[in-house]
């Protein structure tokens, strides 16, 4: 049965504000660190949150071959932003320089056109992020892009752990957030980037609609549900692939609860809530329609059999990988092998210490769902590949990926059978040592990143003398000590959850039967 040993729990605001905080200061942090135009694809995507938030909601359409594609916008921007913009070439796929090879952003204010790759794709995001840009200088307006993607992020990542928190076990559940919160979405929570939107929204998604099924009756399932229904509506209609990664969920549902997951949705109080994430998929089509944003280009540049296609797209999936974990610049700074291995080996091992818990049921959701975040890409990009060649990235993965370690803690938090496998002291404190040597490999791929923005990855063709090292704002070492502090905090937080919650455990269920 689905409640099986569960325990009413109340939502707890404090939980959801401190976690909202929590990673607030993570995402901003990277934020600071992290210059303008350095982030994939950034140049685009700010420049496109910029003209929408300024007003300019119906960017002229142009079929000019630029950035790879014919369908391209022209978006106005300050001349003084367009002049910082046309010097990225010095930076993008050249982790030898430093970011100080980069314009400033200065204070021309006249209007000029921008050739933008992004200027069609779903607005809504880059709207809302957008709307900070009018005010204070061409420099802060960027900032306060970033600064509000970084608050969206973090709304959808206290979510997931507010879901978690419904848990019997919420420390274990918590974990599952903390084991996908890599290196790579840090990197780009910091950034005005849909794809940041859409995955830590699918992390909401998983944890709330996790949270609601294991206790349907509870003072906090309908909250659940309804935040669960708004994660899936940003997931379905924030870029392209969606509606896809909906119905991997879906089915991941299907497989736990069977037919209860369509009777325990499908009831008076959750049927107009359904309602949202269709809506939310059904504008999606209609916007890429009516956009032609997925009209790459009408040449072709290869002319490939579907067969070869796909395995062309299938080899191309080989850094996937390293990339989910960590790939900075423009995709150019990868993270050292040694600690991207380190890295997967102990969210291994974490899920490996819960996987005894888990029904035959759970541990096929979640192959399944892993088996799907390949195959699915693979055929996508086959798909489309005699047009646009092989561009899928690691990080498109992360909505789904990123789901499995979510869905297994969670899981494994409610199940009576972990009253009595692995949960022992020293399972306990194992694990949350494991996220601890996470935080540390963190804060490694932090160091990365900055010395690729301050001085560059230094190579045996050394940037010019007159590039001066860039700092970021309050400094280098203030960031990462900020950023050590945050991470030590999160751990002393999971371990009070973890501990004190435990304690309380029995009592809840007692009087959970008594009822």
């Not at 790579?184 to 699918?202: D, K, Q, S």
């Not at 659940?224 to 991941?252: D, E, K, N, Q, Y």
Request: charged content about 10%.
């Amino acid at each position: 049965m689905i409640r099986s040993g569960t325990t009413r729990i109340a939502l707890r605001p404090t939980g959801g504000w401190v976690a909202f905080i929590g990673f607030a200061l993570i995402f901003g942090i990277w934020s600071l660190a992290t210059p303008l135009w350095s982030t994939p694809d950034s140049t685009q995507h700010d420049l496109y949150a910029y003209t929408l938030g300024h007003g300019n909601l119906t960017p002229e359409h142009t079929n000019v071959f630029a950035n790879g594609v014919t369908t391209n916008t022209n978006t106005p921007v300050p001349l003084g932003v367009l002049r910082s913009v046309e010097s990225v070439d010095c930076y993008q796929f050249k982790p030898e320089n430093p970011a100080s090879c980069m314009r400033n952003v200065n204070s021309g204010s006249e209007l000029v056109p921008y050739v933008n790759a992004a200027g069609r794709n779903f607005p809504v995001y880059y709207a809302v992020t957008g709307v900070l840009s009018n005010f204070g200088t061409n420099a802060q307006a960027l900032y306060l892009e970033r600064f509000a993607a970084v608050l969206l992020a973090a709304w959808m990542m206290a979510w997931a752990v507010t879901g978690c928190l419904q848990m019997r076990r919420p420390g274990l559940a918590t974990m599952g957030v903390l084991l996908s919160l890599t290196p790579m979405l840090a990197y780009l929570g910091g950034a005005v980037n849909p794809n940041t939107f859409e995955i830590v929204a699918a992390y909401a998604l998983v944890a709330c609609s996790l949270a609601f099924f294991a206790n349907p009756d509870g003072p906090a399932a309908q909250t659940m549900f309804r935040r669960a229904m708004i994660a899936a509506a940003i997931v379905g209609s924030t870029r392209i692939l969606g509606p896809a990664w909906l119905g991997v969920w879906a089915l991941g549902l299907l497989i736990i609860y069977g037919k209860s997951a369509w009777t325990l949705t499908w009831t008076s109080r959750s049927r107009r809530l359904l309602l949202v994430p269709v809506l939310a998929v059904i504008a999606n089509i209609v916007w890429l329609q009516y956009s032609g944003v997925d009209n790459i280009r009408k040449e072709p540049l290869f002319d490939l059999s579907l067969w070869e296609r796909i395995r062309l797209s299938a080899h191309s999936m080989n850094g996937v990988l390293t990339q989910m974990i960590g790939n900075f610049g423009w995709l150019d700074t990868p993270l050292p092998p040694n600690l991207w291995i380190a890295y997967t080996a102990v969210i291994l091992f974490v899920i490996g210490t819960v996987w005894a818990v888990l029904t035959p049921r759970h541990a096929l959701a979640a192959l399944a769902i892993l088996v799907l975040s390949w195959v699915l890409p693979v055929m996508l990009q086959a798909w489309k590949l005699n047009l646009q060649g092989p561009v899928w990235q690691g990080r498109y993965m992360l909505p789904t990926v990123g789901m499995i370690p979510i869905m297994i803690m969670a899981l494994a938090a409610n199940s009576p059978a972990s009253d009595t496998n692995w949960n022992g002291r020293l399972a306990r404190w194992s694990r949350i040592g494991s996220i601890g040597v996470l935080a540390v490999l963190h804060l490694w791929a932090f160091q990365v990143m900055m010395r690729r923005n301050v001085s560059g990855i230094r190579a045996e063709d050394m940037p010019p003398a007159e590039w001066a090292d860039w700092a970021p704002p309050l400094g280098s070492t203030a960031l990462f000590v900020s950023l050590a502090v945050v991470m030590a905090g999160w751990l002393a937080l999971l371990a009070r959850t973890r501990m004190s919650v435990e304690a309380q455990a029995p009592a809840a269920m007692n009087s959970s039967a008594e009822r």
